[in-house]
């Protein structure tokens, strides 16, 4: 068998590990045992907003890749790099939106728990990327390889949390308008 099937192993191998390890982040980080998120009003009209813009930025990403594809003989990334740029531009599109528009964190998520494990995954990702860096697979010919994706989920880890930081200060817990 090529090197390219257990490529192809090991990314959906990937993908079936992120899927579980969601779920199990679901459980973890609810304050009221019930595995739904929930949401008032305004926050479901802001994350539909957040949707739409994240949407639109996936649309015009994939829409650029289609041109540059095809106006360029060689790209500084490989396909699957692009795509999960892409992906992974249009979640932080939408992440900040919401984040910015307090919609973010349901009204029973521990924002705390939350807050280490996008800490952990950030270092994790960047640990991944570390090794990929020092054996040479991040970059070959030039061209950024699929192990890229994991240097991308640090940066939006990272974003992530400075946006949070930014948003609710030093405290890091979103403050309450009900004490004013």
């Known amino acids: 068998m090529s090197r390219d099937f257990y490529v192809m192993l090991g ?19 609810k304050t009221n045992g019930n595995p739904r998120s929930e949401y008032d ?14 949407f639109f930025t996936f649309m015009i990403g ?6 540059f594809a095809t106006g360029f003989e060689r790209l500084p990334l490989c396909a699957a790099s692009a795509m999960g740029l892409i992906i992974i531009l ?3 599109v939408h992440i900040s939106y919401c984040v910015w528009h307090d919609a973010y964190f349901s ?10 494990i996008f800490a952990l995954i950030g270092f994790v990702n960047l640990a991944l990327s570390i090794g990929s860096i020092c054996a040479g697979e991040m970059v070959v010919d030039g061209v950024l390889q699929i192990s890229s994706l994991n240097l991308f989920c640090v940066v939006l880890s990272f974003a ?11 405290g890091g817990a979103q403050e309450d308008e009900d004490e004013v």
């Open 90 to 92: 249009s979640v932080l």
């Open 62 to 67: 994939n829409a650029a890749y289609a041109v």
């Open 41 to 54: 009003e305004r926050q479901t009209a802001a994350r539909g907003q957040g949707y739409k813009y994240g």
């Open 160 to 170: 992530l949390l400075a946006e949070l930081a930014l948003k609710y200060g030093k």
């Open 107 to 116: 009204l029973n998520e521990n924002q705390q728990r939350l807050k280490v």
């Open 11 to 29: 990314i959906l191998a990937g993908i079936l590990g992120g899927l579980l390890l969601a779920v199990i982040i679901v459980r973890v980080t």
